[in-house]
């Protein structure tokens, strides 16, 4: 907390200043609110326990001016924000907010009694009721279902057959020049599959190490919920 900074607001606006915590979801809202500033990202309230999600605003753009020293203080938080997290929400969007940077496009999928829903999103112009009403069966020859069957992490273009068709609709339409499919496993099980792509900059993926890496750290950061979770019951 800087002191000098909050008393030379004091003096300079006559008011009483009284410092307090808030989590940044809020301190965002409030400027936009109060004070007309955008936000690069805008936080809604997650529908599955309380938990805060961030979609991206349409202006992002998520490649220029992107500041290395900036990014590897990111990373560090979000490995701390893993191993510290309380809920399933916590950990898929400390996942997905970095990630964010790097991607146009960010969808999670949970996996529940064979089929592949929607869990979280983050893209322009999608609202957050369709992304949670998608739904995929497993077995149908899809993107999705490849990653879900493989447990493998799944680069390059979508083939052009149903099952993929069907899923870009979902998304808008549009084929990606290629897209990057992430598996979340615990004990050799897909629990979740963190999708991405760059539709709109068409730049390449190049972080797909990077993103498997993280995923996989996720998923670490799951099976300590749930065996915190075994042990409490």
Not at 7 to 21: D, P
Not at 77 to 104: G, Q
Not at 105 to 122: A, D, E, P, S, V
Not at 194 to 207: E, F, M, V
Request: aromatic share 8%; with cysteine; charged share 25%.
């Amino acid at each position: 907390m800087d002191l000098k900074a909050i008393s030379e607001v004091s003096f300079r606006t006559g008011c009483l200043i009284k410092a307090h915590v808030a989590p940044d979801a809020q301190l965002q809202t409030s400027l936009e609110k109060f004070y007309q500033i955008p936000q690069m990202v805008r936080f809604v309230q997650s529908p599955h326990g309380g938990g805060i999600q961030e979609q991206v605003c349409h202006d992002r753009d998520p490649k220029k001016g992107s500041d290395p020293e900036a990014f590897e203080s990111a990373i560090e938080r979000v490995k701390r924000d893993l191993a510290y997290a309380t809920s399933r929400e916590e950990v898929i969007t400390s996942m997905m907010t970095i990630l964010s940077s790097v991607f146009d496009r960010l969808f999670f999928f949970i996996l529940k009694k064979k089929f592949l829903r929607g869990w979280m999103g983050m893209a322009p112009g999608l609202p957050k009721n369709r992304i949670l009403k998608m739904e995929f069966p497993l077995g149908e020859p899809s993107f999705l279902n490849d990653v879900a069957q493989t447990l493998e992490v799944t680069h390059g273009p979508l083939s052009d057959y149903e099952g993929n068709r069907r899923f870009m609709r979902m998304l808008g339409g549009q084929f990606p020049e290629e897209v990057l499919g992430v598996p979340l496993r615990i004990q050799k099980q897909v629990v979740g599959i963190l999708y991405g792509d760059n539709l709109y900059s068409k730049l390449p993926i190049t972080c797909v190490t990077f993103a498997e890496l993280l995923a996989d750290k996720a998923a670490m950061s799951l099976e300590i919920l749930i065996l915190r979770q075994k042990i409490l019951d």
